[in-house]
C-alpha cells in the first residue's frame, strides 16, 4: 500500500513535471515570438548600421576623385587627433557641454526641488510647462533665443531703452549664445531626473535636520544632497550626453563658423562626402561620450558608496 | 544659534531656492514666448519693440510649400512610427516584464539603445547602411519614405518599451489567471483584461512616441530624399537663413499642435507620473 502510494506520488510528480516543462516550452515560445519582432528590426535597423559605420571609419578617401576606397588603415583616426582644427572642436564641444551641465545642475536642482515639494493644484500645468519645450523641438527654441539675442533683438533693444549700453552687444554667434540655448533644451531633462528621485526623498529627514539646528545649506549638504545623488548622476550624465551631441542649436546660435562635433559630422558626410572621416568623427564622439559617462558613474560610486 | 536667527536663515533660503527656480522656468519657457511674441508682428524684421500687431503671417503659412510638405511628410511619418512602433513594441514590452529568462537584460539594454546613441550617429549609421543594402539589392533605398518610416520607428520603439514595461510593474496578474480559469483563452485575456489595464501606459508611449518622431531632426536630417524634408528639417534650414514672423508663425502652430496633444493625453495618464 505505502509502495503503490509512492509509485503514485511519483509518477504524479513526473507528470506535474511534464506539464510544466511543456508550459515552459510554451512559454518561452510565446516569450520568443513577442519580443522578436522589435528585437530584429531594432538589430538589424541599428546594431548592423552601426559595424557597417564603423568598417567604413578604416576605409580611405580620395580627396581628388571624391571616392571612398576600401582599406584598413587608422589614417582617419589618426587625422583627427594631430589636427588642432579637429582636437580644438573635441575640445569646444567637451567644454561646451560641461559648463551646461553645470547651468543645468545648479538652476535644475532648485526648480526640481519646488517642484518635487509644492502642494499646488498646479502642480501638475508646472510640469507641463517643464516638459512641452522637450517636445516642441530643438530648432522652434533656437528661434526664441534668436529673437531675443539678434542686434535688434529684444535684450539688446531692452537694454538700449534702458540706457545700459549705446550700441547692440553681440551675443548671438557667441560661444555664450550657443551654452545658453543648450542649456535651456537641456534643462527640463534634469528637472524631470532630480524631481522624481527627490519626491522619494521623505520630508520628516529635512525636518529632522533642521529641528537639530542644521542650517538650509548645511541640511542641503549633509542630507538632501547625498539623498539625491542618484536622480543628479542620472540628469548629469543624460545633459552631458545632449550637451556633447547637440546639432540644431550650435547650427542656428553659433553660426556658420562655431563648430561643433555634431554639425562636423554631418558637414562631413553632407559637405565634402567624406563618408570613412564622418564615419571616425561619429565614433570619436560616441567613444568620448560613453568613457566620460563612465567615468562619471565610477568616480561618484566610489566616492559615496563607502 | 537663536531660533529666530535659524529661522531667518530657512526664510532667506527658501527665497533664493525660489529665485533659482524662477530663473531655471523663465531659461526654459522664455524661446518659447518670445517666438510666440514675434508671430504676431507687424513688421516683417524681427526689431523690438514691434510696430504693430497682425495676423497675416499665419494666412502665409499656408503658402510656402516647404512647411506644409513637411507637416505633411512630418505627420504621416509620426503617425505610421507610432502604430508600428506600438504594434512591435507593446508585445516587447510584455515579454521583458513578465518572462524572465537569460539575456533578459541585454535584449532591454538593446531595446532602449536607440535612446542613448546620439542622434547624428544614429543618422550616419543608417546612412551607410541604406547605402549598402542599396548596392546589394539593386533597390531604392535611401531616401525613400519607409527607409526613413523604420529609422523612426526604430526611435519610437525605446519610448513604448519603456513606458509600458513601467505600466506593467505594478499589475496584478492574479486578473489574468482569474480570466483564464473562467474559461478565457489568451487572446481573449490579453485584449479584455490585460490590455485595458495598461491602457495608460499605452497611451502615454504612443503621445511619447509621436512627438519624438515628429519632433526628430538629427536622424532625419541624414535620411531624407531630395526634395523631401520633414518639418523639424525644414523649419532649421529657413532658419539657417533668416528669422522672421512667417517661421515665428510656423512654430507657434507646432507648440500648439504639442501642447494639445499633450492636454488630450493628460486627459488619460497624467503626465506628471510618466516622464
Redesign the interface.
Given at each position: 500500500m505505502a509502495v503503490a502510494s509512492t509509485a503514485t506520488t511519483t509518477t504524479t510528480t513526473a507528470s506535474a513535471r511534464l506539464i510544466a516543462a511543456e508550459e515552459r516550452g510554451g512559454?518561452?515560445l510565446?516569450?520568443?515570438?513577442?519580443?522578436a519582432?522589435?528585437?530584429v528590426?531594432?538589430?538589424i535597423?541599428?546594431?548592423?548600421?552601426?559595424v557597417?559605420?564603423f568598417r567604413?571609419s578604416l576605409n580611405e578617401f580620395v580627396a581628388q576623385r571624391k571616392l571612398m576606397v576600401e582599406a584598413v588603415t587608422i589614417a582617419n583616426y589618426v587625422k583627427f587627433f594631430t589636427d588642432p582644427y579637429y582636437v580644438n572642436i573635441l575640445v569646444r564641444t567637451l567644454r561646451v557641454s560641461v559648463t551646461v551641465t553645470a547651468i543645468c545642475l545648479?538652476?535644475?536642482?532648485?526648480?526640481a526641488?519646488?517642484?518635487a515639494r509644492t502642494q499646488s493644484r498646479f502642480?501638475?500645468l508646472?510640469?507641463?510647462?517643464?516638459?512641452?519645450?522637450l517636445?516642441?523641438?530643438?530648432?522652434?527654441?533656437?528661434?526664441?533665443?534668436?529673437?531675443?539675442f539678434?542686434s535688434?533683438?529684444?535684450i539688446n533693444?531692452?537694454l538700449m531703452g534702458l540706457g545700459v549700453i549705446s550700441t547692440p552687444i553681440e551675443i548671438m554667434y557667441t560661444e555664450t549664445a550657443v551654452i545658453?540655448g543648450i542649456?535651456?533644451v537641456n534643462?527640463?531633462f534634469m528637472?524631470?531626473s532630480l524631481q522624481s528621485v527627490i519626491e522619494g526623498i521623505s520630508r520628516d529627514v529635512e525636518e529632522a535636520a533642521?529641528s537639530l539646528?542644521a542650517?538650509?545649506?548645511a541640511m542641503f549638504r549633509r542630507v538632501l544632497w547625498p539623498l539625491a545623488l542618484p536622480g543628479v548622476l542620472a540628469g548629469t550624465i543624460l545633459t552631458f550626453?545632449l550637451g556633447?551631441?547637440a546639432?540644431?542649436t550650435p547650427?542656428?546660435l553659433g553660426g556658420p563658423k562655431f563648430q561643433m562635433?555634431?554639425p562636423l559630422?554631418?558637414g562631413q558626410?553632407?559637405g565634402v562626402n567624406n563618408?570613412p572621416f564622418?564615419?571616425a568623427i561619429?565614433?570619436i564622439?560616441?567613444t568620448a561620450?560613453l568613457l566620460l559617462t563612465v567615468a562619471a558613474n565610477l568616480i561618484v560610486q566610489r566616492r559615496y558608496k563607502r | 544659534m537663536t531660533a529666530a536667527a535659524s529661522l531667518d536663515s530657512r526664510r532667506l533660503g527658501r527665497w533664493a531656492l525660489n529665485g533659482a527656480a524662477g530663473l531655471a522656468l523663465a531659461l526654459i519657457l522664455l524661446p518659447l514666448i518670445f517666438v510666440t511674441w514675434l508671430a504676431f508682428f507687424r513688421q516683417e524684421i524681427p526689431s523690438f519693440p514691434p510696430e504693430g500687431y497682425s495676423l497675416r503671417w499665419f494666412a502665409a503659412i499656408a503658402n510656402e510649400k516647404k512647411f506644409v510638405d513637411g507637416f505633411s511628410l512630418s505627420l504621416r511619418l509620426g503617425v505610421i512610427a507610432t502604430l508600428i512602433g506600438l504594434a512591435l513594441g507593446v508585445p516587447a514590452a510584455l515579454c521583458v516584464a513578465r518572462f524572465r529568462f537569460r539575456g533578459r537584460e541585454a535584449l532591454n539594454s538593446l531595446l532602449l539603445l536607440p535612446l542613448v546613441v546620439p542622434g547624428v550617429v544614429l543618422g550616419t549609421s543608417m546612412y551607410v547602411f541604406h547605402v549598402e543594402t542599396e548596392n546589394a539589392l539593386d533597390v531604392d533605398v535611401l531616401g525613400t519614405f519607409w527607409a526613413l518610416a523604420a529609422g523612426h520607428v526604430i526611435i519610437v520603439i525605446p519610448w513604448v518599451v519603456r513606458l509600458v514595461t513601467a505600466s506593467l510593474a505594478g499589475f496584478d496578474r492574479t486578473i489574468e489567471e482569474a480570466a483564464q480559469n473562467l474559461g478565457a483563452n489568451p487572446l481573449t485575456t490579453f485584449f479584455r483584461v490585460t490590455l485595458p489595464m495598461i491602457r495608460p501606459g499605452i497611451v502615454a508611449a504612443g503621445l511619447f512616441g509621436f512627438v519624438t518622431s515628429f519632433g526628430n531632426l538629427e536622424m532625419s536630417l541624414f535620411l531624407v530624399g531630395p526634395g523631401r524634408t520633414t518639418l523639424p528639417i525644414a523649419i532649421l534650414q529657413y532658419l539657417e537663413w533668416r528669422i522672421d514672423p512667417t517661421i515665428a508663425a510656423v512654430s507657434v502652430l507646432q507648440i500648439l499642435l504639442i501642447g494639445g496633444a499633450m492636454l488630450i493625453t493628460d486627459r488619460f495618464v497624467k503626465i506628471s507620473r510618466v516622464v
Open positions: 512559454a518561452r510565446t516569450a520568443a515570438s513577442l519580443v519582432p522589435a528585437t528590426l531594432v538589430a535597423g541599428l546594431l548592423i548600421p552601426l557597417i559605420l567604413y545648479v538652476l535644475g536642482f532648485p526648480l526641488y519646488v517642484l502642480k501638475n508646472l510640469i507641463m510647462l517643464v516638459v512641452l519645450p517636445f516642441v523641438g530643438n530648432a522652434v527654441r533656437a528661434a526664441g533665443w534668436m529673437t531675443l539678434g535688434k533683438g529684444a533693444a531692452t545658453i542649456a535651456a534643462l527640463p528637472v524631470l533642521f539646528g542650517n538650509p545649506l550626453i556633447m551631441n546639432y540644431a547650427v542656428l562635433m555634431g559630422v554631418y558626410f553632407a563618408w564622418g564615419a561619429s565614433f564622439l560616441m561620450t | -
